[in-house]
């Protein structure tokens, strides 16, 4: 699920990071998703199974206010009409509650498939 990032090589370069933030705010406004009232995890596809694990670790809380966040969207959509500029998601709200889930379930997962496919040798015997 985990897509490759240059987030890590941006961020140790200061001039690059600098370079970069104001493009990537830009890129975030226009994307819309945040005049819906949505988070940036609300627009993972959820055809996945590891998605799908990741979904019912969720907290009751958080998945709550997921699907507040999804049926309030899609009523917008349906109306073609966006929030009130105070019911918009604020960049500092814009948090990943979903990445650390999936990224836990991932890590599951291959540390599962090296144990399964982990060949066990017997010593041979020492004779005397």
């Known amino acids: 699920m985990s897509q490759p990032s240059l987030f890590p090589f941006i961020q140790a370069r200061p001039w690059l990071y600098r370079l970069v933030k104001p493009i990537a705010a830009w890129y975030c406004q226009a994307a819309g998703y945040r005049q819906l009232g949505l988070k940036v995890d609300d627009l993972i596809p959820e055809e996945s199974e590891t998605v799908q694990k990741a979904l019912k670790r969720l907290p009751p809380k958080e998945a709550y206010d997921r699907v507040f966040r999804m049926r ?7 109306q073609h009409q966006l929030l009130p500029k105070d019911q918009w998601t604020k960049p500092e709200e814009d948090e990943m509650y979903l990445t ?9 997962a291959r540390e599962r498939d090296d144990l399964e496919s982990m060949t066990i040798f017997r010593r041979a015997k020492k004779s005397k």
């Open 72 to 78: 309030r969207a899609f009523q917008c959509s349906l």
């Open 100 to 108: 650390p889930y999936i990224e836990e379930v991932e890590s599951e």
